[in-house]
């Protein structure tokens, strides 16, 4: 199976910040990584596809790069609406697999 | 729009079976292959199982082989999943997902979830 970690486990930010999160996988999956947004008590929302593709929706501030087995989702200038847990999923190969999230709190 | 409500959930002793649903609307349900993922209390996400459009091809996380099945019957927009010999390591919420344009891409739609909750 493919592991994914991200990095930081969690990370404190204020409004404005700049903010970059990286997910690494143990073996190359080319770029078929999604990112994800979840809020307390809600499902997961997508936010980013094959590693660098915004999902409609989602606002232009969220950005994501990276193939083979490093990837960063980036926050160019972080909203109130924006502390929540993110998570990577490589959809290289089943079965499919996510990091264990990274939780965003406000500083 | 699209929705997806799931249900089923509920307390259950180890050992025994649950059947989870989930009800699909506003899109072609039949196009698309869906997704099961879960959520233990407190922890990440974890996949748990896909069905392809035509219920043809499944595939499962090894730690529900042989003890879970997906099924899904498209004259009724449903996706089920039938749990067997319930372990309390598979409390959590479950969703039900839809795939974006193949599994590729990820998962665009996703269920409220439905709580199970493994116990004696």
């Known amino acids: 199976d493919i592991q994914m970690t991200q990095s930081p486990s969690s990370v404190s930010a204020s409004v404005g910040d700049r903010v970059t999160i990286t997910c690494r996988a143990s073996?190359?999956?080319?770029?078929?990584l999604a990112w994800y947004q979840q809020k307390p008590g809600k499902a997961p929302k997508l936010l980013i596809f094959?590693?660098?593709t915004l999902h409609s929706g989602a606002p232009s501030r969220f950005s994501g790069s990276g193939s083979g087995t490093d990837f960063t989702l980036t926050i160019s200038s972080l909203q109130p609406e924006d502390f929540a847990t993110y998570y990577c999923q490589q959809a290289n190969s089943f079965p499919i697999t996510f990091g264990q999230g990274t939780r965003l709190e406000i500083k | 729009q699209v929705q997806l409500v799931e249900s089923g959930g509920g307390v259950v002793q180890p050992g025994r079976s649950l059947r989870l649903s989930c009800a699909a609307s506003?899109?072609?349900?039949?196009?698309?292959?869906m997704h099961w993922v879960r959520q233990a209390p407190g922890k990440g996400l974890e996949w748990v199982t896909v069905?392809?459009?035509?219920?043809?091809?499944?595939n499962y996380a090894d730690s529900v082989k042989g003890r879970f099945t997906i099924s899904r019957d498209n004259s009724k927009n449903m996706v089920y999943l039938q749990m067997n010999s319930l372990r309390g390591e598979d409390t959590a919420v479950y969703y039900c997902a839809k795939e974006y344009m193949g599994y590729t891409y990820g998962f665009d739609y996703w269920g409220q979830g439905t709580l199970v909750t493994v116990s004696s």
């Open positions: 506003g899109f072609t349900f039949s196009s698309y292959p």
């Open positions: 094959a590693a660098s």
């Open positions: 069905i392809s459009y035509d219920g043809d091809n499944k």
């Open positions: 073996q190359g999956i080319a770029s078929w």
